[in-house]
RNA sequence: GCGGGCGUGGCGGAACGGUAGACGCAACGGACUUAAAAUCCGUAGGGAGUAAUCCCGUGGGGGUUCAAGUCCCCCCGCCCGCACCA
């Protein structure tokens, strides 16, 4: 009798294996295909979360899976060491953020470690050290220079109490998260990088990232937010001002029944500042909120300016209104309106009784009797009510009509975008210092690249609010590159998006001390073949990356616009959620769930409320600890469980049971190759030249797992992948072999099971392996050929429906004669009495699918 | 409001337009055990029938097709994203 596997001694053990051979070391190998897996690295919060695992599993499965195909596998790790929580830490635990950050890392690592994960740790690297961010602070002087990084004034949310810029997730209805005092908007003079400048670029390589997710281009797409349209002037009358508007819709002027502008457009307060009732107005659409999905459900209004405007084209006036649904950093921050072709502006005029005038008639629409009702009309169509363009589509017209302005001198055709650069100072001590002096003398100067890197100051304190490096005795205070006299040097840092848009080249030579990242081995690795992560990251973080990659390449850094050829979206980790009577959360650790079914509290016995699974979240206390879990079942359970409960994209409801499950199988499979090793051939006996019926169909079952694992691997099906193992697994379980080449096929087959399950159960699979008599550990093994002939039967199972009704199944040699499936069809008893005293029609026969009889 | 996605047993989920429910979880019956756990064998969409077999079933309603979970139209519900983007 074998003794019970014995998880954590067995999985430390392969453990060490890997290390001590490097199984997971790589280098630029030009004989070889590459393959770059990509996981998105972790903030080193202190602990791995389930989301982790279920990150690093996947990616895990398709490294392990690569490399056994003889690819080149770089699959590196680090960590996204700068940002809040690390001055959270200081201010609320008085730790330095350093080493809490530092001491996360420790542990995490470790936690990393015990899920077995196919990492080349040499290749590690943490944001937050000089040797990495010195890197970025050279980027950013390149991009000064290319003229890609510029400052200007911009809007923050200032906490007046804490003296600090807010993130707007910081701020709460309008105030401070931590103080609640009343959130302040501050100007300050800050860095920008200039990602619009690639607006259309970024938009255009979208269309390249096929193995991208659809959600996600279209994402970024909506985010980039290209628009063609028409900007143009018009004149407000007895005020000498104008007003300058875009429009996508330059077709529709002679619509237009009204100018509308911002509530924040200057010209607002110019026209209408002094009115009774102005301020109020404001007031009001300032408490609207600014998110887009608040001001969706309120209603739409407006303020009169007692203003009309005309445009020359046009040649009549309209009235112009201040309204709450124009977007001041939108286009120029003010519109003209046409009730009959745009929604809000009809439910606008229908509010203030102004003219609904439709100049777009759909095709065999009568433009005489054409009329709106509740709804605008959006479709094409003729122009119709607008003078020298009439009877043009609404292509032609938009032309016409931009043309037309071009001519006159009013207004020019122009492209908007919505994307805005992308502001990277941060009024913060925990990240990576600008690299830049402020001079009285000569203002603005990069720091000189040999006095790079700019290092944090380790003296500070967190006692007092505001950002430490400000109130630093000496280390803002230096001499100015250029003129020598005192100057002062910036103490903002980069938004830590900056760290998170690179270091994907920086695994190529993480351990360069003089480059980023040599050219040479960049352009061997990149671009990441499969990158893996949250959805969040959906738009900012690959945005800024894609940004970035274009703009290294513009610096010379490396050849390549793309930075992720593949991308892949993990669904989130949900968990149930428990109440006590009281109506307070109840962490899973705290229940019990009893014999006849209940859910009691485990100090009390009180009755447990159960609710929904749902994302886990600190609040409702739906978390485990993936540490928990994997000292309870190990690392190869818990992998498997993530991988075989739903498809990798969708959520994954986390269940106890669900890993006992995969707990079971694990203990199953082990017990059957130990215990059962007298019924395997030997291990290097020749292969039997013939196979009885029972040894080939077990043998076809191996080969089509080994297939269809492959290519299910691929399609991140890893729920199938499972699933499939599972079938060989029961094939395997149940089979008795009783001749030699039955005892060849089930070695062959337990062999193929342990081969294609190592990129899931990794250790599992390299005991097994080793228990089967092998010396070569798995992870130096190839992934094994699966035998063409033996993925094919020779005889099928097909259907037989009568008037599309399953009525019987027959079964046939495969490719059998359609004449052979009909007349095998027609004589089945079953189908006989089916078609008895009907007249047969038709019958169809799709080979080795199905046969349809069809009676009258 | 716009954009995207989803809806299949008690549950998670499978299913090139071609035998719906693979695989698993939970459940039930049995074996082993003094007993339990573990393990093993078996049953299992709903309904009728001793059975053969039949009827009904993929959110609802229509349609296309020899054949629809799958394709088309309308509707309902849930989830995600967003920027009233002119």
Not at 123 to 137: I, S
Request: net charge negative; glycine share 8%; hydrophobic share 35%.
């Amino acid at each position: 009798m074998a003794e019970r596997y014995n998880i954590n001694e067995t999985e430390k053990k392969w453990r060490s294996v890997w290390d001590e051979r490097q199984s997971f070391k790589v280098t630029e190998d030009r004989t070889k295909d590459k393959y770059y897996v990509l996981e998105m690295f972790p903030y080193p919060s202190g602990r791995i979360h389930v989301g982790h695992v279920r990150n690093y599993t996947l990616g895990d499965v398709v490294a392990r899976y690569r490399k056994a195909k003889g690819y080149n596998v770089i699959h590196p790790m680090g960590w996204d060491a700068f940002g809040l929580p690390a001055e959270n830490a200081a201010i609320e635990r008085g730790l330095h953020p350093g080493a809490w950050t530092r001491s996360n890392i420790v542990q995490m690592k470790d936690q990393l470690k015990s899920m077995g994960l196919s990492i080349d740790w040499e290749r590690e690297v943490a944001t937050c050290e000089p040797d990495y961010y010195r890197h970025e602070q050279k980027m950013f002087l390149d991009f000064l220079k290319a003229g890609l990084a510029y400052r200007k004034e911009s809007m923050v949310n200032w906490d007046p109490v804490d003296n600090t810029v807010l993130a707007n997730e910081q701020v709460i209805d309008g105030k401070g998260w931590r103080t609640g005092a009343p959130v302040e908007r501050r100007r300050l003079s800050q860095w920008f990088l200039k990602i619009t400048h690639y607006a259309d670029d970024l938009l255009g390589g979208l269309s390249t990232l096929e193995r991208w997710p659809e959600k996600v281009r279209i994402m970024q797409e909506n985010w980039i937010g290209k628009s063609v349209g028409l900007q143009f002037k018009w004149n407000v009358q007895g005020a000498n001002e104008t007003i300058e508007v875009f429009t996508t819709r330059p077709d529709t002027l002679f619509g237009a029944a009204f100018l509308a502008l911002a509530p924040d457009h200057p010209m607002s307060e110019k026209l209408a500042g002094g009115k009774e009732g102005f301020a109020e107005f404001r007031r009001k659409c300032q408490a609207q909120g600014t998110s887009e999905a608040a001001i969706e459900q309120g209603e739409k209004f407006g303020f009169d300016t007692g203003y009309t405007a005309t445009h020359p084209l046009l040649g009549r006036e309209v009235p112009v209104y201040v309204a709450n649904f124009i977007l001041m950093d939108y286009g120029t921050g003010a519109v003209f309106g046409v009730p009959a072709h745009d929604q809000r502006d009809l439910d606008f005029a229908r509010k203030y009784n102004l003219p609904v005038r439709p100049v777009v008639i759909p095709e065999g629409a009568d433009p005489a009797s054409f009329e709106i009702g509740k709804e605008a009309y959006v479709g094409p169509g003729r122009l119709a009510n607008s003078q020298f363009i009439n009877g043009l589509s609404v292509d032609d017209a938009k032309a016409d009509i931009i043309r037309r302005c071009e001519e006159a001198g009013t207004g020019f055709g122009t492209t908007q975008y919505r994307l805005r650069d992308w502001g990277i100072s941060r009024q913060r001590y925990w990240g990576c210092p600008i690299p830049i002096v402020h001079c009285g003398n000569c203002g603005v100067v990069p720091v000189p690249e040999d006095q790079l890197p700019v290092t944090l100051p380790d003296d500070v304190t967190f006692d007092k609010p505001g950002n430490p490096l400000e109130r630093h005795p000496t280390w803002k205070h230096v001499k100015c590159p250029t003129c020598g006299k005192d100057a002062r040097r910036e103490t903002d840092t980069f938004d830590t998006f900056f760290e998170s848009s690179w270091y994907f080249a920086r695994y190529c030579d993480a351990q360069n001390p003089n480059a980023a990242f040599g050219k040479e081995k960049a352009e061997y690795w990149l671009p990441v073949d499969q990158y893996i992560g949250g959805v969040e990251h959906a738009v900012l973080h690959l945005l800024y990356s894609r940004f970035f990659t274009r703009a290294l390449r513009d610096c010379g850094y490396l050849d390549i616009a793309e930075p992720f050829a593949g991308l892949f979206t993990q669904g989130m980790v949900t968990h149930e959620t428990y109440q006590d009577q009281a109506g307070k959360w109840l962490y899973p650790t705290e229940i019990e769930k009893t014999a006849d079914g209940k859910v009691i509290k485990v100090d009390d016995r009180s009755p447990v409320t159960v609710g929904p699974s749902i994302k886990m979240s600190k609040s409702k206390k739906n978390t485990i600890d993936p540490q928990d879990i994997l000292d309870t079942y190990g690392a190869d359970a818990t992998r498997l469980f993530i991988l075989s409960d739903s498809p990798p994209e969708r959520d994954l409801e986390w269940t106890e049971a669900g890993v006992e499950g995969a707990w079971k199988f694990v203990n199953r499979l082990h017990r059957a190759v130990t215990e059962n090793a007298d019924g395997f051939a030997a291990k290097d006996a020749p292969k039997p030249a013939t196979f009885g019926e029972n040894a080939t169909r077990l043998r076809q079952a191996a080969h089509r797992a080994i297939a269809g694992v492959a290519t299910d691997v691929e399609n991140f099906h890893m729920n199938k992948a499972v699933a499939r193992v599972r079938e060989l697994a029961n094939a395997l379980f149940a089979f008795t072999a009783a001749t030699d080449d039955e005892r060849w096929a089930l070695r062959e087959g337990y062999e193929s099971l342990v081969r294609i399950i190592n990129p899931m159960t990794p250790h599992l699979a390299e005991e097994l392996w080793s228990e089967l008599g092998h010396t070569t550990p798995l992870v130096e093994t190839p992934w094994p050929q699966a035998e063409e002939a033996l993925l094919v039967s020779n005889t099928v199972t097909l259907g037989v429906q009568v008037n599309g009704k399953l009525r019987a199944s027959i079964t046939l040699a495969k490719d059998a004669d359609q004449k052979v499936a009909e007349s095998a069809a027609m004589e089945d008893a079953n189908v006989q009495r089916a078609i008895e005293g009907k007249q047969v029609r038709k019958v169809i026969v799709v080979p080795n699918r199905i046969v349809n009889v069809v009676v009258s």
